[in-house]
């Protein structure tokens, strides 16, 4: 009986654990990155609408606003339980990309331009719901692991878009059109099974976090290289739909191994739990001690002892010092988030520019369609690369060597420079290496932005605030994407009709070949990027000193006011002997 009852209260355990939930956020990010997979669908929608390819960057620009415009998730998240933002996400998830297939298809009537942006932007948002709900909610529980935790968690999502391209296949084959239907059903769902398993938890102070985030880290980086392993093998063999199912099993079995690590981290919790009881029973020799719980360490609960409103108007322009709580209208007007907003909109965007239109850049420069697949699926692994490799480096280069986060903004955009060149120029077989090298530094800029935002502004209003610093990706995108890239890209197919002697036919796709059709876009983009450097380095001047200090110091001090709490707890008697002693002696 006591067996069963054991096994019950380790089952409960585990399930309503720091680390289940963190699991699912795993999962969820791992589903979530449709608005990654452009390329993967951006030709059927052009084809089967008859679309520009102006017109096609103006729907793609409705993707990124929708995938960067979180304040309302934000705002949301403020006032209700996460399980409330993830289940707006997941209905608009499924809304948005069942109705894009619906009109791939032609199942329904050809809707309108505008339609099709409505669309986009629901199925796109749904994603700030689901990364709100459940990635700032995981920043809130592991306040002391920023850095590799939002690297792992970026870095799933990076996966997501080669994740999601083996399972397709695996359950529809070829048929790219039902791609759509697939990113419909999949994150939905997984955002329904998990609802009330993300929430926000007491934090309880533990040496052991950061060990068990890094077998996390080993396994999301053997997915990656079997991932990067599969890409290779599919380029020189052509898989059956049954092969893509066997390659999307291993891919399922690598996604769910890390509720081994969960299991075997509660395991040590529940066996250390019931050690510190039996000592504990032992020490009281029968006295009935209100003091014995059952986890080792007390939860430490947020400090509200001074409740703000997040809109407060008083002293807009006197915040607090870096690292400590702004209202989110101080950190709105702050020149930090300026400087941030500003990096973010020319570095973001020009990378933006390019996944959005790796399709059509590959088409144009003479790559086969299976290469597209390819760079798409390249991209996201080395997205995924770039998120926990710049996470965890920039955790180091924080924490031992004092150094300001800012710093890798700069260093990765300047290497991002290099991608945008080699497309310019249209160098042989180079539009492989680009989508490597801008798909690692798109990845390293996302925890870069949630550490940077949350360590500068603080916890209590993370939500909102990191959602704000994003919403200069879909103007970026805007600018260099339709502005720049769709509009000179339409004007070279027109010049190249117009040579061969041929007028395009209205509800036709124009359709652009050659280097020049993205050599004067990208030579743009890269002095935007270079623009984006210089105020990265802005926002290193203005925090290096803060950053000169212990970041981590507040949170160090509340595990040791919790550990005190606890021994006050747990021998109550015992502290007060020493107390008198200490009297006595004084």
Known sequence: MGSWTDMKGFTLQVLTGRWLMLFASFLMMAGAGASYSFGLYSNDIKSSLGYTQTTLNLISFFKDLGANIGIFSGLINEVTPPWVVLSIGAAFNFFGYFMIWLAVTKKIAKPQVWHMCMYITMGANSHTFINTGALVTCVKNFPRSRGLLLGLLEGYIGLSAAVIAQLYHAFYGDDTKSFTLFVAWLPSTLSLIFLRTIRIMPVIPSKNDRNVLHKFFFISLGLAMFLLVIIIVEQQVNFTQSEYAGSAAVVVFLLFLPLAVVVAEEQNIWRNNRLTSTAEHIDSSGQNQLSIISSPVSLVLPNDDKKVSCWNWNHIFSPPQIGNDYTILQAVFSIEMLALFLTTLCGLGGMLTMMDNLGQIGTALGYSLGSVTTFVSLTSIWCYLGEVMVGMLSEIFVTKYKGPRPLMFTLTLLLSCIGHLLIAFNVPNGLYAAAIIIGFCFGGQWPLIFSVTSEIFGLKHCSTLNNIGVMACPLG???????????????????????????????????????????????????????????????????????SSDIYKKFKDEAKAAEYETVVARNPIGLEKSSEKLEVET
């Open 477 to 547: 995108s805007y600018l260099l994407n339709v502005r720049v890239a769709g509009f000179l890209y339409d004007k070279e197919a027109e010049k190249q009709l117009k040579a061969l002697g041929l007028k395009r036919k209205i509800g036709e796709g124009l359709n652009c070949s050659g280097g020049q059709c993205y050599k004067l876009p990208f030579i743009i983009i890269t002095g935007a990027t270079m623009l984006g450097v210089l105020f990265s380095l802005v926002l290193v001047l203005r925090t290096r000193k803060f950053y």
